[in-house]
């Protein structure tokens, strides 16, 4: 029981960090109606940090391309049948970093008569908590010019517990809320 207070505010926080919900931003100066086609930049799925083993793997760069490219298919961008014939360039990054947070469990206090505030003793414990967040960005570029026309990113608490399955799932549930707001509407 005893540890099942002490989780509940832990959960609470980082369910609110997990709630942030997609950004995008966009050149106001482009005419998003007149890409068509897509290919991908080199490198394709880029990960920082760069160096950490764990983040870069040859799965988790097919779960993002599978999940990015369904997504651009979805709102009717095509992959370039040529090489060096698309539109746009599309790059991911996923940016994984370590966030911090105070959490306050507040003990005792629970008897007595609440209408006058009569109650009795309580204390209250703060400690730290480190956790991961893992942000997914995604690029297009203009394939003519090089330039940044169209970005896109989500944040989410890290979970080492899902299945391949669930892991798939929720790369393609990621790409689906950042595209969601592609093409933009102003």
């Given at each position: 029981?005893f540890?099942?207070l002490?989780?509940l505010?832990?959960?609470?926080?980082?369910?609110?960090?997990q709630t942030?919900?997609?950004?995008?931003?966009?050149?106001?100066?482009?005419?998003?109606?007149?890409y068509?086609?897509?290919e991908?930049?080199?490198?394709?799925?880029?990960?920082a940090?760069?160096?950490?083993?764990?983040?870069?793997?040859?799965?988790?760069?097919?779960r993002?391309?599978?999940?990015v490219?369904?997504?651009?298919?979805?709102?009717?961008?095509?992959?370039?049948?040529?090489?060096?014939?698309?539109?746009?360039?599309?790059?991911?990054?996923?940016?994984v970093?370590?966030?911090?947070d105070?959490?306050?469990?507040?003990?005792?206090g629970?008897?007595?008569?609440?209408?006058?505030?009569?109650?009795?003793?309580?204390y209250?414990?703060?400690?730290?908590?480190?956790y991961?967040?893992?942000?997914l960005q995604?690029?297009?570029?203009?394939?003519?010019?090089?330039?940044?026309?169209?970005?896109?990113?989500?944040?989410?608490v890290?979970?080492?517990?899902?299945?391949?399955?669930?892991?798939?799932?929720?790369?393609h549930?990621r790409?689906?809320?950042?595209?969601?707001?592609?093409?933009?509407?102003?």
């Amino acid at each position: 029981m005893f540890r099942s207070l002490i989780l509940l505010p832990l959960l609470l926080v980082l369910v609110a960090c997990q709630t942030s919900g997609p950004r995008a931003d966009f050149d106001l100066n482009r005419d998003f109606g007149q890409y068509q086609t897509w290919e991908w930049a080199e490198p394709a799925v880029t990960y920082a940090p760069a160096n950490d083993p764990r983040l870069s793997s040859d799965l988790t760069t097919r779960r993002i391309e599978e999940a990015v490219a369904a997504q651009l298919d979805v709102r009717g961008l095509r992959p370039a049948l040529e090489t060096g014939s698309a539109d746009l360039k599309v790059r991911s990054s996923m940016v994984v970093e370590t966030r911090r947070d105070n959490v306050t469990t507040h003990y005792g206090g629970g008897w007595g008569y609440w209408g006058p505030y009569w109650g009795g003793p309580g204390y209250s414990q703060t400690r730290t908590v480190d956790y991961q967040v893992m942000t997914l960005q995604i690029d297009l570029l203009d394939a003519a010019d090089g330039r940044l026309v169209w970005r896109g990113s989500d944040s989410e608490v890290i979970n080492d517990r899902l299945s391949p399955i669930d892991r798939s799932r929720a790369m393609h549930e990621r790409a689906a809320r950042i595209l969601s707001n592609y093409p933009p509407n102003y």
